[in-house]
């Protein structure tokens, strides 16, 4: 058993009686979910680029925002420029995150972006998990991960697969970025965007992908034989090669 598996995680707090139009304007996803337990969601800039991605849920009058620790203060800084005149407090919580799979503990909450990624609890203890391999269910369901494949001001969600991870709603209207985004989920098809791959050999993370001799996409995570590529899907195909290895897309379903 282990209990530090996720102590890179901040939990901020969101109080005030315009909580809830404030982050509603603002994030990629419908708020009115949280009726349902976790929400999933980005904060993008107003070119529609990624900034932060988090989880959301409430508890009483407070809204918790679940975010990477190396990207919390930042966002609580994005928040609190976007506050102006709204009635709303911004503050680091006491509340640590544990995660796992199997039987989840009373108060744990679904994980919204996919089954395979188990629980989340929110406590002022962390909850004891058996160790998991996190990286090798992401990889296997196409789940990007905040500053791996998810890079702020290059990132745009739609190529990231937020729609497939239940991370952004078309019918809620506006929020920061929404005009681009919804142009992106009106193309006939994206270009470019995350794909699972399977390699022939050793690579690591961050090498280039290369196709005739041009570069056309990166790897990022690996897990064995299996990674995540960012590719322009216009020009990958047959031949692939990261370093020395040999590329090619699985077409198997996230």
């Known amino acids: 058993m282990t209990t530090d598996q996720n102590n890179d995680r901040t939990v901020l707090e969101i109080t005030g009686e315009d909580r809830v139009k404030f982050l509603q304007d603002l994030v990629t996803n419908d708020l009115g979910r949280m009726a349902d337990g976790l929400v999933y969601a980005a904060l993008l800039s107003p070119q529609g680029k990624y900034l932060f991605d988090f989880f959301v849920f409430a508890r009483g009058a407070v809204i918790y925002i679940d975010v990477a620790s190396d990207r919390a203060t930042a966002l609580a800084q994005r928040l609190t420029m976007y506050r102006l005149r709204a009635k709303v407090g911004i503050a680091a919580s006491d509340l640590l995150v544990s995660r796992g799979l199997g039987t989840p503990p009373s108060d744990a909450m679904p994980d919204p972006r996919h089954p395979a990624l188990g629980w989340r609890l ?28 998810l890079v702020a001001d290059d990132s745009y969600i739609l190529e990231m697969g937020f729609e497939r991870l239940s991370g952004v709603d078309f019918r809620k ?42 570069v056309i996409g990166r790897l990022h995570t690996v897990s064995g034989d299996q990674a995540m590529a960012y590719l322009r899907f216009d020009q990958a195909g047959d031949g692939m090669l990261a370093g020395k290895a040999g590329v090619r897309i699985d077409s198997a379903e996230a």
């Open 122 to 149: 929110y406590s002022e203890t962390l909850h004891p998990v058996e160790a998991v391999d996190w990286n090798a269910i992401r990889v296997a369901h196409l789940i990007p991960e905040t500053g791996i494949e």
């Open 173 to 214: 209207g506006c929020y920061v970025g929404q005009e681009v985004t919804a142009r992106m989920k009106h193309k006939t098809e994206l270009r470019k965007g995350l794909a699972r791959v399977v390699l022939d050999g050793p690579a690591e993370a961050g090498t280039d992908i290369n196709m005739g001799g041009k």
